[in-house]
């Protein structure tokens, strides 16, 4: 009898051994990736020993931890493929918080002029002659069609100039041609083009909400903010091919936004970012996305400037369908500090061309009553804002809207955050240490974006031309901001720079310059938590810390692998880091050259 009862008090798992019955396996996966995984859901620097793999079902993470678990639990013969990457960083695929693929797409085919690190471009005779191989390999002889080139960078050119519309002149007699800053916030027309825009000396300086630069009042050339926006818009339709049909438009626009979601894959980046578009980028991205074209999961920000009506998009707030979704309304308040026209509250160190040396400190795109308004428009219509701000005084000027707006809801008793997902200040490239207090006494109803990789880019022009010391050693000071539990992201605002977050990472971490020369390394922070800022930080900023940003149970299985754990090594490799898989939603989308390519579930 005694026997009987002590049979029926053992566990049911003890009673399944005891007749030799395996225990239910869980659904079989369909990978295992083996290696050094870290989940990113710790706040600060992990202790704690990574898990050594995580397993993928279907579209989700349905296990992380020990590899013969899985091996257990979850691998079928001929259906579950392990991958083995032992010595390999495996972590959240990373996620856009400010970046324009789109517009990188659109810009795709124009001349690249980028200087270093990303090209070669150095001189104004490089451009020149830059632009005159790109006409000769696209363009019959003597046609006159509009010729547009991109990323010129004056702080790599030879002498820090500007290009002048008499050097764009010189390149070609017959075309008209357009040349777009790195910044992506001015441009440079010669004076065909100029003439096809109606622009001459006698224009006032103040045109299409943008400002023409003269010097001693005749036209260099140089358009700056939306006045750039509106020529080159115009120099686009003027370099399309005529007789091109809205659906072959379409479809060349289509092929060019895939291939910049191949390369947004190949840097490890699963949720995408268009973080100003016109209506017309909407509707392709829109329209892609019904058609089922899209495969990374895509957060569209419409310009506030060039979209009248905002309750069309309140339906895709926060909320996707399929892979779009409508992530907030961008508003731009001022420029950039390395094309200097950021709103500054001191001089620049040397001016703009054409501009006072001892006054000019750059300028706003609206006056504060004007932003205000703004801003609380789209707040009424259900939405958040984020808010391109550079210059320190840009940042005073946002931080006074949300003050006031912060102020209006607690009188009204109203709550702080109707929307669902916070404000965002973007780049604050020139934050003042009052301003990051400021900042944090608006949490959770603002949140902020860095954009670090100015650091190794720019560091040096920034010290010798654009602020100086000590305002230079301040620039993304994200230590400070880290150590008031700030909440911020980091982003490359590609095609600025390419879509390439770990050279993030690499500006926080080090703290280097393109010549090696160290720039506040008082304002280094860890690499878990530069990762943090490109995984999990920006799940919480769009709204999506319950589905992305970790790897976790039950979240998608948004997955890339590093070739080395970078948490523990040299930082100072961190910028020669390669993406070796990338997999989205279960999938694998990406993988380095010489890498079997994972089997995607269900071929042979």
């Known amino acids: 009898m005694k026997k009987v009862l002590l049979f029926l008090l053992l566990p049911l798992g003890a009673l399944l051994a005891f007749f030799g019955v395996k225990r239910v396996k869980e659904p079989p996966a369909d990978y295992i990736i083996k290696g050094i995984v870290r989940t990113m859901e710790e706040d600060v620097n992990p202790v704690a020993k990574p898990s050594e793999c995580v397993?993928?079902?279907?579209?989700?993470?349905?296990?992380?931890?020990?590899?013969?678990?899985?091996?257990?639990?979850?691998?079928?013969?001929?259906?579950?493929?392990?991958?083995?990457?032992?010595?390999?960083?495996?972590?959240?695929?990373?996620?856009?918080?400010?970046?324009?693929?789109?517009?990188?797409?659109?810009?795709?085919?124009?001349?690249?002029?980028?200087?270093?690190?990303?090209?070669?471009?150095?001189?104004?005779?490089?451009?020149?002659?830059?632009?005159?191989?790109?006409?000769?390999?696209?363009?019959?002889?003597?046609?006159?069609?509009?010729?547009?080139?991109?990323?010129?960078?004056?702080?790599?050119?030879?002498?820090?100039?500007?290009?002048?519309?008499?050097?764009?002149?010189?390149?070609?007699?017959?075309?008209?041609?357009?040349?777009?800053?790195?910044?992506?916030?001015?441009?440079?027309?010669?004076?065909?083009?100029?003439?096809?825009?109606?622009?001459?000396?006698?224009?006032?300086?103040?045109?299409?909400?943008?400002?023409?630069?003269?010097?001693?009042?005749?036209?260099?050339?140089?358009?700056?903010?939306?006045?750039?926006?509106?020529?080159?818009?115009?120099?686009?339709?003027?370099?399309?091919?005529?007789?091109?049909?809205?659906?072959?438009?379409?479809?060349?626009?289509?092929?060019?936004?895939?291939?910049?979601?191949?390369?947004?894959?190949?840097?490890?980046?699963?949720?995408?970012?268009?973080?100003?578009?016109?209506?017309?980028?909407?509707?392709l991205i829109r329209r892609a996305n019904q058609e089922d074209k899209l495969t990374g999961d895509y957060i569209v920000l419409p310009d506030y400037d060039s979209n009248a009506d905002l309750d069309q998009f309140k339906d895709n707030y926060n909320k996707y369908d399929k892979h779009f979704k409508i992530g907030a309304i961008k508003l731009t308040l001022d420029g950039s500090p390395q094309g200097k026209s950021a709103f500054l509250s001191e001089p620049y160190k040397t001016p703009m061309i054409g501009q006072d040396s001892a006054t000019y400190h750059g300028h706003p795109n609206y006056n504060y009553q004007t932003a205000l308004a703004n801003v609380r428009r789209v707040e009424q219509a259900g939405m958040p804002v984020h808010i391109h701000i550079n210059g320190d005084s840009a940042i005073d000027m946002a931080l006074s809207i949300f003050e006031t707006l912060k102020k209006e809801k607690n009188a009204q008793g109203e709550p702080l955050i109707k929307q669902q997902t916070p404000n965002v200040l973007i780049h604050c490239q020139t934050s003042r240490k009052d301003q990051l207090q400021k900042m944090k006494n608006l949490q959770p109803y603002v949140m902020q974006s860095f954009f670090p990789t100015h650091v190794y880019v720019w560091g040096d022009w920034y010290v010798q031309n654009v602020l100086g010391n000590p305002r230079a050693q301040y620039i993304s000071p994200l230590k400070d901001a880290d150590d008031l539990l700030l909440d911020f992201t980091i982003h490359t605002d590609a095609p600025i720079t390419p879509p390439d977050l770990l050279a993030g990472v690499y500006g926080a971490v080090n703290r280097i310059t393109q010549t090696g020369n160290p720039l506040g390394q008082d304002q280094r922070i860890r690499v878990y938590r530069a990762l943090r800022a490109i995984t999990k930080d920006v799940a919480r900023q769009w709204g999506e810390q319950t589905t992305k940003g970790k790897l976790a149970i039950g979240y998608k299985a948004d997955i890339i692998v590093l070739d080395n754990d970078i948490i523990n090594a040299d930082p100072k490799k961190i910028k020669d880091a390669k993406v070796l898989y990338t997999f989205k939603d279960g999938k694998p989308v990406f993988a380095m050259a010489g890498r079997l390519p994972p089997r995607i579930p269900g071929s042979k």
């Not at 690190?117 to 002659?129: A, E």
């Not at 006159?144 to 100039?161: F, K, P, R, W």
């Open 55 to 283: 397993v993928i079902t279907g579209d989700q993470i349905s296990f992380v931890g020990s590899f013969q678990d899985a091996q257990n639990n979850y691998y079928q013969e001929g259906k579950t493929e392990i991958i083995d990457c032992s010595n390999n960083l495996v972590i959240p695929g990373f996620m856009d918080a400010h970046a324009h693929i789109g517009i990188a797409s659109l810009a795709s085919p124009l001349a690249d002029l980028s200087g270093p690190p990303y090209g070669h471009v150095t001189s104004i005779p490089i451009l020149q002659d830059s632009m005159k191989a790109y006409i000769a390999r696209n363009y019959p002889p003597h046609s006159n069609t509009m010729v547009i080139g991109n990323n010129y960078d004056d702080s790599q050119l030879e002498g820090h100039a500007q290009p002048t519309k008499e050097d764009l002149d010189k390149i070609d007699p017959d075309h008209p041609i357009y040349v777009a800053h790195i910044s992506g916030h001015m441009g440079v027309a010669n004076s065909k083009f100029l003439q096809i825009l109606n622009f001459n000396d006698n224009t006032p300086d103040t045109v299409k909400g943008g400002i023409l630069i003269k010097n001693k009042g005749k036209l260099t050339g140089l358009l700056l903010e939306n006045v750039h926006l509106y020529a080159l818009s115009v120099a686009l339709s003027l370099a399309t091919p005529p007789g091109l049909t809205p659906e072959q438009k379409y479809q060349t626009q289509l092929a060019l936004l895939k291939e910049q979601e191949k390369l947004w894959f190949k840097y490890g980046i699963t949720t995408m970012c268009e973080g100003r578009a016109n209506p017309e980028l909407i509707a």
